[in-house]
């Protein structure tokens, strides 16, 4: 069935450190792929989306890519701030038949000063 | 601005109680959805709608009921048979059928057992 699939967590850094946090996903059709991040006490904000194959999602410096060769949606950031700290969820929606949303379990980031 | 508003921010229950969260939209979107997320957890869905006045059970419905008898309303009741609802809720809204649209959640609403 569709799934997601998120390192796990907590992953510590510090400031100005480079950021990976790995999202593989299993779906039928042809998903699109988000991510959301989720600070402390609120709820999730979308950060970046793609849409299809070898599309590049960004926002706020966190970049993302769809390879489809290998099932994939690596979020990455070149420099982490402090204010990064939070939990980041990787997600797919497809409709295939029925329209599905799925959520991975998220990767919680604590960057330090 | 349009967006979600879930309320109240923090709940208390008591053992027996049935409590109602309330979520409303101003995104004219159709879908709406709750979610329960658990410390350190992922998300876990409860139920959605795609429509006014139609709903259907997530994966975890036992022990919650909602209704959507407006468009921009869809509140979730946390029943006395709910034997653990300790948790943070979430809803969220989008536009369903096109699967590039992201879904807008609101802030949640924190429930807690006395």
């Known amino acids: 069935g569709d799934s997601v699939t998120q390192m796990e967590g907590p992953v510590t850094l510090s400031e100005e450190a480079f950021l990976t946090i790995n999202c593989t996903y299993t779906?039928?059709?042809?998903?699109?792929l988000f991510w959301y991040v989720q600070y402390p006490g609120e709820g999730l904000q979308l950060l970046l989306k793609?849409?299809?194959?070898?599309d590049k999602g960004s926002n706020k410096g966190f970049e993302a890519t769809y390879r489809k060769e290998t099932t994939s949606f690596h979020l990455e950031k070149g420099s982490v701030q402090v204010s990064d700290s939070a939990v980041y969820f990787c997600a797919l929606s497809v409709t295939s038949g029925t329209y599905k949303y799925i959520f991975g379990t998220g990767t919680r980031l604590k960057v330090l000063a | 601005d349009g967006g979600i508003t879930q309320s109240p921010k923090y709940l208390f229950r008591k053992e027996g109680q049935n409590v109602t969260l309330s979520c409303e939209q101003n995104l004219n979107h159709d879908a709406m959805y709750w979610y329960r997320q658990d410390p350190g957890q992922g998300l876990r869905l409860i139920y959605y709608?795609?429509?006014?006045?139609?709903?259907q059970k997530g994966d975890i419905a036992e022990g919650y009921s909602v209704s959507r008898e407006k468009k921009e309303s869809f509140p979730l009741t946390v029943t006395s048979a709910q034997k653990n609802p300790t948790a943070f809720y979430l809803c969220a809204s989008n536009t369903p059928g096109w699967s590039n649209q992201p879904q807008h959640f609101g802030d949640g609403t924190r429930l807690s057992i006395l």
């Open positions: 793609a849409t299809k194959a070898d």
């Open positions: 709608s795609q429509i006014v006045n139609d709903f």
């Open positions: 779906a039928t059709g042809y998903p699109s």
